[in-house]
């Protein structure tokens, strides 16, 4: 063998896509099957979904941990190899300018969009089952929002990063009753649209999709972290299939300049923005104020808009490549520890168990739209609205400087 050729001890590390109920019983046959006795070390590297609740992944990582230990399991969150989810810390933990605001004094929202404009592709026997909630909203969404709202580690070690971490997924404001998560949460489906002059059909009409499904493709939720830093800002979060925009962008809205004094008074000031474009544009968009030139006292907006992506030459590794790396040098940073993937579903699961005893309140939306006009209410009921991905539709922001 190799390993004996070249005196290497022998590490191992096994990758597992498959179907969660597969993991326990692969686990256990890899012991079984001698692949774990090498005097190096062992990894276990796992795909999503990790369960479909938190009674099924509870079960799935008691079996796991039958064979392995914590510290030897990765679990994958694809969004947290990308280069502007790491990029989140850097931009809040090396910027005088940002970290003293970003608290509920002086942040307004916070809204984060996962947009896509594909359906369910081949994939719809799976999806039927998951849905956009359990498809996006528990991992991927409550990462990136935990990576937001996360206080500063005490050290930039896996451990204490993870610790931050989850101290948000426990600060989430869970719904008490189906009442509040309809309040708070919307749903919906796609049903037949049009997307650049292309006819596209309804999910229910998708291949393997059950023709009468009440899964959604969609959902948005108003949620609030219940902590010092963030009492009574509302994080707004949406993802769907179908939209008119493949995104992920976080926004964070800054509360006004106040309205009865100095430049005020006179004008409509738009609010500071700050959003972190992540996938696949990659990039910063920041939105201040600022004299016309030449005019005497016109105020406009002004964007710095940073694009990273465009930048030729630059070399960032996809989030596969820098995962799979972190997890062959042991580095757990950006994989998500049993506490964080419970405290998720905890929280998921609520909204979950609301929709199955209410089934009514399934909006719909035509493929290619933003989604159902509900979720707009969600923000317009506190005077506030989705701001445009990408900068569309920013119209009157008049200047903009490049990178
Ligand atoms: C996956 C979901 O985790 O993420 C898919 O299962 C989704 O439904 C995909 O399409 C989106 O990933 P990305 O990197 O293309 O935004």
Redesign the pocket.
């Known amino acids: 063998m190799l390993e004996e050729k070249f005196h290497i001890p022998g590490n191992r590390m096994f990758y597992l896509a498959l179907a969660p109920e597969l993991f326990g019983s692969v686990s256990f046959n890899l012991k079984a099957g001698g692949m774990l006795q090498g005097s190096g070390w062992n990894r276990l590297v796992i795909e999503?979904p990790f369960g479909y609740n938190l009674e099924s992944a509870e079960q799935l990582n008691e079996q796991i941990r039958q064979v392995f230990k914590e510290e030897e399991i990765y679990r994958i969150d694809?969004?947290l190899g990308k280069e502007m989810v790491q990029n989140i810390e850097v931009i809040r933990f090396a910027n005088a300018f940002f970290e003293p605001l970003w608290n509920n004094k002086h942040i307004a929202n916070i809204q984060i969009t996962?947009g896509?404009t594909?359906g369910v592709e081949e994939?719809g026997g799976y999806?039927d089952h998951a849905g956009a909630l359990r498809?996006?909203g528990q991992?991927?969404i409550l990462q990136l929002l935990t990576m937001i709202a996360m206080e500063p580690p005490s050290r930039l070690l896996a451990e204490d990063i993870r610790d931050e971490k989850v101290k948000v997924l426990r600060s989430l404001r869970p719904y008490a009753s189906p009442e509040e998560v309809r309040e708070n949460v919307v749903r919906g489906q796609y049903t037949q649209g049009l997307y650049k002059g292309k006819s596209l059909p309804a999910y229910r009409q998708e291949d393997k999709v059950d023709p009468e499904s009440n899964t959604e493709t969609y959902f948005a939720a108003r949620i609030f972290v219940d902590n010092f830093r963030w009492a009574g800002v509302p994080f707004y979060i949406r993802t769907g299939k179908r939209l008119p925009v493949k995104t992920?962008e976080v926004v964070v809205e800054f509360k006004g300049m106040p309205t009865n004094v100095y430049l005020g008074q006179k004008h409509n000031l738009e609010p500071n923005l700050l959003v972190i474009r992540v996938?696949p544009m990659e990039g910063i968009y920041v939105k201040i104020n600022a004299k016309k030139p030449g005019s005497e006292s016109e105020i406009q907006p002004l964007a710095m808009d940073f694009c990273q992506s465009c930048m030729v030459g630059i070399n960032s590794p996809e989030?596969y490549e820098r995962l799979l790396h972190d997890a062959a040098r042991g580095d757990s940073t950006y994989f998500t520890r049993w506490d964080e993937v419970s405290s998720a579903w905890s929280f998921v699961d609520r909204v979950a168990k609301a929709w199955k005893e209410e089934s009514s309140d399934l909006a719909s939306y035509p493929a290619g739209s933003w989604g159902p006009v509900e979720a707009d209410q969600l923000l317009a009921q506190e005077g506030f609205h989705w701001w445009p991905v990408n900068g569309q539709e920013e119209d009157n922001v008049v200047w903009r400087v490049n990178g």
Do not use: S
Request: zero cysteines; a neutral charge.
């Open positions: 999503k694809h969004y996962l896509e594909v994939r999806y498809d996006m991992n991927h992920t996938n989030a």
